[in-house]
């Protein structure tokens, strides 16, 4: 009977307590399917349209490092939340938790899945850094920029012409290199539907890598460097036009062609 009874106690626990690391990891992976078919067709909405293929590759990279951090993700909310609901003990234990057995296969495991993803990622950026270097076209159009405390002025030297309305007026489908500088503070140069962000120091001339600008819109150039007061206010418009409509523009703010 005593014997009987031992046997169940030690066989009861096995019987009853469900497969935690199976549920778990079911849990984990439905969840990391939902929110990766989630965020595909979700991110491109708040994504700026691309305008050159340097800025479609960042959405393409951002779509790609988002799909790569659900599961990620997943993994340390559901074994959080799993732990959370499933072990929670409601009176105030009494004794020290068992101490945690080493699973040399699980430290494996974690290292070697966490390094790859790394080492993939590492060695994407190299190529597209690389792609992006092998590419870079040839005889652009310069636009000289220049922030200041807050405004953007754009001069366009090859035309002699400066930009009367702070406006940036680019042709659609030719290279164009923004040297970029500061008459006061730091600013931030960016155009996030072209894809170039760099820095405006005073006193220093820094380059974006040449873009083309492929789709004719209006679109923004904004700071991106906290630089006062007005710091928000500090946004140009950008109009990518035809080749024709940008002759017309330039001789319009006094340049030649
Ligand atoms: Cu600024």
Known sequence: MSINNNDEAGVSPTRTEPNHLRRA????????????????PLLPLILPVGASALESSDN???????ALAVPVAMFVFVGLGYSMIVFRVKERPVEDAVP????????????????????????????????????????????????????????????????????????????????VTS???????????????????PGQITTTPIVTPNRIGSYTVVCVELCGLYHSYMWSAVNVVSASSFNSWIVSQGGHT
């Open 25 to 40: 990891g079911i849990i984990w992976f439905v969840l990391s399917v939902i929110g990766i078919a989630l965020a595909i």
């Open 60 to 66: 393409f990279s951002i779509l790609l490092l988002t």
């Open 100 to 179: 945690l057995k080493p699973r040399p296969g699980l430290q494996i495991g974690w290292m070697g899945i966490t390094g790859a993803l790394c080492l993939f990622l590492v060695i994407y950026g190299l190529l597209a850094f690389y792609q992006e270097a092998v590419a870079s076209p040839s005889d652009p159009v310069v636009v000289q920029v220049t922030g200041q405390q807050w405004l953007w002025t754009f001069h366009y030297p090859q035309y002699g012409a400066s930009s009367k309305g702070q406006v940036l007026e680019l042709p659609v489908n030719r290279p164009v290199e923004f040297q």
């Open 183 to 201: 008459k006061d503070v730091l600013h931030g140069f960016a155009i996030r539907a072209l894809g170039v962000r760099v820095d405006a120091n």
